[in-house]
T-cell receptor, first 116, second 113 residues
Framework: GENVEQHPSTLSVQEGDSAVIKCTYSDSASNYFPWYKQELGKRPQLIIDIRSNVGEKKDQRIAVTLNKTAKHFSLHITETQPEDSAVYFC???????????????FGRGTQLTVWP | DVKVTQSSRYLVKRTGEKVFLECVQDMDHENMFWYRQDPGLGLRLIYFSYDVKMKEKGDIPEGYSVSREKKERFSLILESASTNQTSMYLCASIEGNSNQPQHFGDGTRLSIL
């Protein structure tokens, strides 16, 4: 099955700096890549996603890039704020031919800390 | 807004007990999932279901079973709880199409003594 690797496992930045989290995947059939943010004691929440027909997507301070050839995708957060502190998970999904269900394969998470 | 509700936020049980974790979603989603979350290991899939009475094993099904008698409800069962099943359990659901975000419940922190 698919294998998703995520780096780094921890990341500390100063408020206002940028943060980048990188993920690689193994199965070239993967075609959907969501990113989740999980604050302490809360549920994971989708912050941005990208599909394989798109190379980059942006939403205010958050952007995701996808390189299908190299099989990696990255989350970029600019002008970080203390409230960005959380665990971030990347994931990949495959749509098997003839199936309506594609499970998500998650990375192990990155603990981002933004210092004021 | 999608609502995925897990019956308990915190649960303490004893070794050997049969434990039921319940999850209900209110959006008529076909597909539901149970994950286990442990520090440094991310979210690991235990079981999932794409229809009533249908189930598929995930990556770590040993020691668990599931039940999907109604579309909105997906139950995770620990047949005989053990201390290594102490963990955070998360339920999620999506619509039928796979390229959609999963919606998570608040999680159940289960402690097995």
């Amino acid at each position: 099955g698919e294998n998703v690797e995520q780096h780094p496992s921890t990341l500390s930045v100063q408020e206002g700096d940028s943060a980048v989290i990188k993920c690689t995947y193994s199965d070239s059939a993967s075609n959907y890549f969501p990113w989740y943010k999980q604050e302490l004691g809360k549920r994971p929440q989708l912050i941005i996603d990208i599909r394989s027909n798109v190379g980059e997507k942006k939403d205010q301070r958050i952007a995701v890039t996808l390189n299908k050839t190299a099989k990696h995708f990255s989350l970029h957060i600019t002008e970080t704020q203390p409230e960005d502190s959380a665990v971030y998970f990347c994931a990949a999904s495959i749509s098997p031919r003839g199936s309506t269900l594609g499970r998500l394969y998650f990375g192990r998470g990155t603990q981002l800390t933004v210092w004021p | 807004d999608v609502k995925v509700t897990q019956s308990s936020r915190y649960l303490v049980k004893r070794t050997g007990e049969k434990v039921f974790l319940e999850c209900v979603q209110d959006m008529d989603h076909e597909n539901m999932f149970w994950y286990r979350q442990d520090p440094g290991l991310g979210l690991r899939l235990i079981y999932f279901s794409y229809d009533v009475k249908m189930k598929e094993k995930g990556d770590i099904p040993e020691g668990y079973s599931v039940s999907r008698e109604k579309k909105e409800r997906f139950s995770l069962i620990l047949e005989s709880a053990s201390t290594n099943q102490t963990s955070m359990y998360l339920c999620a659901s999506i619509e039928g199409n796979s390229n959609q975000p999963q919606h998570f419940g608040d999680g159940t922190r289960l402690s097995i003594l």
